[in-house]
């Protein structure tokens, strides 16, 4: 009866999401994603070319594309093979978008696991299947789309499900499981990579400490384990991308979002007020407007204070973007646009040199110039953190499920995104404080990459996106079930049967 309960939950969450899954155009990053994925299903080969000859490409990590372009295969096979310009839009998008309902299902699967095994409560099961399904894997801006932080926020589940499994029982195969997740993690996000391997140095001292004083956690065999997993899942990528591009590189991107966040650590003093308004909250921006400390629109607009700290909808977007695209730093006005001009304009000059991959060098000239940015002021790069770790708070989109831009919903939103926020942490210290394994095994993951995100980017709100279901299960653990066990770090605390 309970598996029959949560089975029929689970299929109401995913019906919920296939309705929001429109023929509405693929834009942007989406728009790359959709092109690799076309290109492998009908060429063979992850490419961003538009036209033979299709040269291998690493623009985009590779697993949302190879599932999407598997999905590509079964329209084929079903007698649908629309060309890559009727996916873009209209009813050829909407099929090639439905894809995402499989991710939804193994998302939705995997939070009902999290929950059983750590609660053990059907009550609590249900509820975080609902308020996940409804606050994340059924809002638009993340099933109605090509973007990647639908299947990392799965990708997280997944390998923080395992996880606990690993360090619940100390065997060597959950390990394994652990670095093969971790491996498709990184080929989902490739933040990821980086984080992943912290978390496993940090695994292997612990094993080698627990080793030395002859504690039984972890087995330093299963941290072995866990690293053949990881190693065997992204090497093959990279040994792709080192034979055919010339770089180990997962993605080819890294250097122009460090050199956001360079230029953004540029923001002097007076421009921080304006970047924590229109960074922030309906609520903050309501209260400090009324505290007089707030901004206005026209703040945001060509000649305001604030000018340049405005992405989108401003009276000077067109002409930033003209700018941006023909290469001209100087004449644009946001942060946004600048780093696109930039890369735009070392693309133009070498390709004038008849130097071969300029966007890729420009990418790399960049990314080399952010690092020197950053190290040269390595103080003001770690006091500018909590301004982008601000932005990543809100990244629960205005437009959910049955309410679009309601202000009453906004601001409920914006109160749950906070406390799921400070649930999360709270959770880990208490791991830490508790010496709690399982605690630590279900959020180590998304402050990993919560605090990558907020110290090595810009952090624009959907990049900390995929870490919204397991904050939302962060809330649901503290309230519903006040004090769990203890289960000390050096303790196995045997097999973690999920009882349905």
């Known amino acids: 009866m309970k598996l029959l309960i949560v089975g029929l939950?689970?299929?109401?969450?995913?019906?919920?999401?296939?309705?929001?899954?429109?023929?509405?155009?693929?834009?942007?990053?989406?728009?790359?994603?959709?092109?690799?994925?076309?290109?492998?299903?009908?060429?063979?080969?992850?490419?961003?070319?538009?036209?033979?000859?299709?040269?291998?490409?690493?623009?985009?990590e590779p697993i949302p594309n190879l599932v999407t372009a598997g999905h590509l295969k079964l329209m084929a096979l079903g007698g649908h093979t629309p060309s890559y310009g009727e996916l873009v839009q209209g009813p050829g998008a909407r099929a090639v978008k439905v894809v995402n309902l499989a991710w939804v299902t193994l998302g939705l699967v995997a939070t009902v696991l999290l929950i059983q095994s750590l609660t053990g409560s059907l009550l609590l099961v249900l509820i975080s299947t609902v308020m996940v399904g409804y606050f994340f894997f059924a809002v638009?801006?993340?099933?109605?789309?090509?973007?990647?932080?639908?299947?990392?926020?799965?990708?997280?589940?997944?390998?923080?499900?395992?996880?606990?499994?690993a360090v619940r029982t100390g065997r060597r195969r959950w390990f394994l499981v652990v670095g093969?997740?971790?491996?498709?993690?990184?080929?989902?996000?490739?933040?990821?990579?980086?984080?992943?391997?912290?978390?496993?140095?940090?695994?292997?001292?612990?094993?080698?400490?627990?080793?030395?004083?002859?504690?039984?956690?972890?087995?330093?065999?299963?941290?072995?384990?866990?690293?053949?997993?990881?190693?065997?899942?992204?090497?093959?990528?990279m040994v792709r991308n080192k034979l055919q591009l010339g770089t180990a590189q997962l993605t080819q991107r890294g250097g122009r979002v460090l050199y956001a966040r360079a230029i953004k650590n540029q923001m002097p003093a007076a421009e921080i007020p304006g970047a924590l308004y229109f960074w922030g909250p309906s609520i903050y921006q309501h209260a400090s407007a009324r505290l007089g400390f707030g901004a206005t629109l026209r703040d945001f607009q060509a000649g305001g204070r604030y000018q340049r700290i405005n992405r989108y909808g401003s009276d000077f977007q067109a002409a930033d973007l003209k700018a941006a695209l023909s290469g001209r730093p100087d004449d644009v006005i946001s942060y946004h646009r600048k780093v696109g001009a930039e890369v735009n304009r070392l693309t133009f000059a070498l390709s004038q040199r008849g130097a071969p991959d300029s966007y890729l060098l420009a990418e790399k000239a960049v990314g080399k110039r952010a690092r020197v940015m950053i190290a040269s002021q390595p103080a003001r790069h770690l006091l500018m953190t909590p301004l982008f770790l601000w932005r990543g708070i809100w990244s629960w989109p205005n437009v959910g499920v049955t309410f679009k831009a309601n202000p009453v919903y906004v601001a409920a939103k914006d109160l749950l995104a906070l406390v799921s926020y400070m649930s999360l942490f709270a959770?880990?210290?208490?791991?830490?404080?508790?010496?709690?394994?399982?605690?630590l095994a279900i959020t180590i993951l998304p402050i990993g990459?919560?605090?990558?995100?907020?110290?090595?980017?810009?952090?624009?709100?959907?990049?900390?996106?995929?870490?919204?279901?397991?904050?939302?299960?962060?809330?649901?653990?503290?309230?519903?079930?006040?004090?769990?066990?203890a289960r000390p770090l050096d303790a196995s605390a045997g097999n973690s049967v999920v009882d349905m």
């Open 9 to 60: 939950l689970i299929v109401a969450m995913v019906a919920l999401s296939a309705t929001q899954i429109t023929g509405s155009e693929s834009q942007k990053d989406a728009l790359v994603n959709l092109r690799m994925a076309h290109n492998l299903a009908h060429h063979g080969v992850l490419s961003t070319a538009d036209r033979a000859p299709f040269s291998a490409s690493n623009a985009r």
């Open 140 to 165: 638009p801006m993340f099933v109605d789309t090509l973007y990647t932080e639908l299947q990392a926020s799965v990708m997280l589940l997944w390998s923080s499900l395992f996880l606990l499994l």
């Open 180 to 237: 093969v997740c971790f491996g498709l993690m990184s080929l989902t996000k490739a933040i990821f990579f980086y984080i992943c391997l912290l978390i496993t140095a940090t695994m292997f001292l612990q094993a080698l400490w627990a080793a030395r004083r002859r504690r039984p956690w972890p087995p330093l065999a299963g941290c072995v384990a866990l690293l053949m997993g990881f190693s065997v899942t992204v090497m093959p990528w």
């Open 427 to 439: 959770l880990f210290l208490l791991g830490v404080i508790r010496r709690n394994s399982s605690f």
């Open 449 to 485: 990459m919560l605090l990558a995100y907020g110290l090595l980017t810009h952090n624009i709100p959907r990049y900390s996106a995929p870490a919204i279901p397991l904050t939302i299960l962060s809330l649901v653990i503290l309230v519903g079930r006040s004090s769990m066990p």
